[in-house]
């Protein structure tokens, strides 16, 4: 290995590290509502800087600028429950889908530090991400980690019926 690829490898071995303290952290300084609690301040957080991005009804699109896809840094799979036609279900006021995040930065840095998937670092980066999609809908958005594996996460996201 070059001494470039190196230096590479180390810095986002530390960003790991670091991404892993500040999410032990959170857990000690606030207990066991800290994924929660993350979420939400990341929501409000995501939900101010999604101002920057422009608005659309087209989800596919919506998911690219937000999961920065055209980098390459999170691949997204939608995934169809068995025997519909449709991505979307309806669930009472609201609808939903599920997409799989097969390749995912902080789900690579939970894997290199031993931390458990789907904690405080999933619910920080799914907050941000439900509010930077809130701004672009310009519509009530949530997301839910349903599984959290070693290959991929399956993720929910919620909206208002009627607005899919």
């Not at 470039?4 to 892993?20: C, G, Y």
């Not at 979420?39 to 999961?67: C, M, N, P």
């Not at 997204?76 to 009472?92: A, I, L, T």
Request: charged letters at 25%; one cysteine or more; hydrophobic letters at 40%.
């Amino acid at each position: 290995m070059d001494g470039n690829a190196e230096r590479v490898q180390a810095k986002a071995r530390s960003l790991a590290d670091i991404l892993s303290v500040i999410g032990l952290a959170a857990e000690g300084a606030i207990g066991p509502s800290a994924p929660r609690v993350m979420y939400f301040a990341a929501k409000d957080l995501g939900t101010k800087e999604g101002i920057r991005l422009d608005h659309t009804d087209d989800l596919e699109q919506a998911l690219r600028w937000v999961l920065d896809m055209e980098k390459g840094s999170c691949s997204v799979f939608f995934w169809k429950e068995p025997g519909k036609e449709d991505y979307w279900n309806e669930e009472g006021k609201y609808v939903y889908l599920r997409f799989l995040i097969s390749e995912c930065p902080v789900r690579d840095a939970c894997l290199v530090c031993g931390v458990p998937l789907g904690g405080t670092h999933c619910q920080a980066t799914h907050g941000y991400w439900a509010g930077l999609l809130e701004s672009v809908f310009s519509r009530k958005v949530d997301l839910f980690t349903e599984r959290a594996g070693f290959g991929s996460c399956l993720i929910r996201l919620r909206t208002a019926a009627g607005s899919a």
